[in-house]
T-cell receptor, first 111, second 116 residues
Framework: GGIITQTPKFLIGQEGQKLTLKCQQNFNHDTMYWYRQDSGKGLRLIYYSITENDLQKGDLSEGYDASREKKSSFSLTVTSAQKNEMAVFLC??????????FGPGTRLTVL | GDSVTQTEGPVTVSESESLIINCTYSATSIAYPNLFWYVRYPGEGLQLLLKVITAGQKGSSRGFEATYNKETTSFHLQKASVQESDSAVYYCALGPATSSGQKLVFGQGTILKVYL
C-alpha cells in the first residue's frame, strides 16, 4: 500500500509571512489536491494538479500558490499569512477509481 | 454551485442503537455525480468509507450503508447497530463522473459519539 506524507505537521507563522507546506505520495497517482479545512466546516479545494507541472485553481485559490515539479510531490504556499488564521491543510491524491487518499494534515496557526 | 448538506452534529448514540446521518446534495454543474462518505477516526487521517457512482445503487462498508437517491438528491448514511469504535467525524461528498480533475465537494462533517 501507499502513503501520503505532509510536512510539517504543525506550522506557526507570523502575519504577512510566506509559508510553504509540502506533500509527498508514493501511490504513483497522477492527480493531487490541496484542501483547506476550517473548524466545523467541510473541506474546500485550494488547488489541484492532474499531472506533473499542471496546476488547476480550486474555489479557494486566492492567497495561495502551488507547485507540482514531480509526480510524487505537490507543495502549497501561503503567500501572505493572515493574522489569527487557523486551519488544517489536507493533501490528497486520486486513484483511477475516483477514490481520494488523504494525508494526515498540516495545522497552521498565524500569530 | 454544487453543495452538500449533512446532519448537524454532534450526534450522540448509545452502543447497539441504530444510526442515520442525513446527506442531501445539490449538483447544479454535474449531471450524474459520484457520491462518497469519508470518515476520520480519532488520531487518524481522512479515509473513504464507501462510494456509489450509479443512481439507485447502494454502497456498504463496515456495517454502514448508503443509497444514492437521485429523486430526493440524498445519500443518507445508516447503520443498524453502532459500536463505540464508530465514534468519528463523517463527511458526505460529491464529485463529477469524469476522469478529469474529479474535484470533491464536501459537507461540513458530522461528529458521531457512541457511548457504552
Amino acid at each position: 500500500g501507499g502513503i501520503i506524507t505532509q510536512t510539517p505537521k504543525f506550522l506557526i507563522g507570523q502575519e504577512g509571512q510566506k509559508l510553504t507546506l509540502k506533500c509527498q505520495q508514493n501511490f504513483n497517482h497522477d492527480t493531487m489536491y490541496w484542501y483547506r479545512q476550517d473548524s466545523g466546516k467541510g473541506l474546500r479545494l485550494i488547488y489541484y494538479s492532474i499531472t506533473e507541472n499542471d496546476l488547476q485553481k480550486g474555489d479557494l485559490s486566492e492567497g495561495y500558490d502551488a507547485s507540482r515539479e514531480k509526480k510524487s510531490s505537490f507543495s502549497l504556499t501561503v503567500t501572505s499569512a493572515q493574522k489569527n488564521e487557523m486551519a488544517v491543510f489536507l493533501c490528497a491524491s486520486r486513484d483511477w477509481g475516483y477514490e481520494q487518499y488523504f494525508g494526515p494534515g498540516t495545522r497552521l496557526t498565524v500569530l | 454551485g454544487d453543495s452538500v448538506t449533512q446532519t448537524e452534529g454532534p450526534v450522540t448514540v448509545s452502543e447497539s442503537e441504530s444510526l442515520i446521518i442525513n446527506c442531501t446534495y445539490s449538483a447544479t454543474s454535474i449531471a450524474y455525480p459520484n457520491l462518497f462518505w469519508y470518515v476520520r477516526y480519532p488520531g487518524e487521517g481522512l479515509q473513504l468509507l464507501l462510494k456509489v457512482i450509479t443512481a439507485g445503487q447502494k454502497g456498504s462498508s463496515r456495517g454502514f450503508e448508503a443509497t444514492y437517491n437521485k429523486e430526493t438528491t440524498s445519500f443518507h448514511l445508516q447503520k443498524a447497530s453502532v459500536q463505540e469504535s464508530d465514534s468519528a467525524v463523517y463527511y458526505c461528498a460529491l464529485g463529477p463522473a469524469t476522469s478529469s480533475g474529479q474535484k470533491l465537494v464536501f459537507g461540513q462533517g458530522t461528529i458521531l459519539k457512541v457511548y457504552l
